[in-house]
């Protein structure tokens, strides 16, 4: 990570999350999330990144912080993630909990796949 960029979002980690957080973080271990080209647009039409932020000791797929910044490093949203993974682990079932930087406010999300009939498995295509 650029260091001005890192030098960006560790201010604005610093200025917005309490200290427990703070001390827990592992700034070092932030990656940015790339799927290909992939970038988010805003309403305004300007790109932007998406970075996760692990904890120290936990694991970055079920506990990280994620950001959205600019391809300056200005943060523009953010929030505290935990995923509760589906204790089956099928690839459906996990409940997520997405906090605000303070821990104020806490969403839940559940993740669910629609189901298949089994009437709908066994048609197939025509060739």
């Known amino acids: 990570m650029h ?5 960006s979002i560790t201010k604005f980690l610093n200025d917005n999350l309490g200290i427990a957080d703070k001390n827990n973080l592992d700034i070092d271990e932030a990656y940015y999330l790339n799927v290909g080209s992939y970038s ?6 300007k790109k ?27 943060c523009t949203r ?7 993974k ?3 682990n099928r690839p459906y079932g996990d ?4 906090s ?3 821990r104020n406010k806490t969403w839940q999300i559940y993740y669910t796949q629609p189901k298949v ?3 709908a498995k066994k048609i197939s295509p025509k060739c």
């Open 3 to 7: 260091l001005k960029f890192r030098v």
């Open 40 to 45: 988010l647009k805003t309403d305004t039409g």
């Open 48 to 74: 932007h990144l998406f970075l996760r932020v692990p904890f120290k000791d936990k694991p970055i797929a079920t506990d990280f912080i994620g950001v959205e910044t600019d391809r300056l490093g200005n």
């Open 78 to 84: 953010s929030g505290i993630v935990h995923i509760n």
């Open 86 to 88: 589906d204790k089956f």
């Open 95 to 98: 409940t997520f909990y997405i």
């Open 100 to 102: 605000n930087l303070k």
């Open 117 to 119: 009939s089994d009437s």
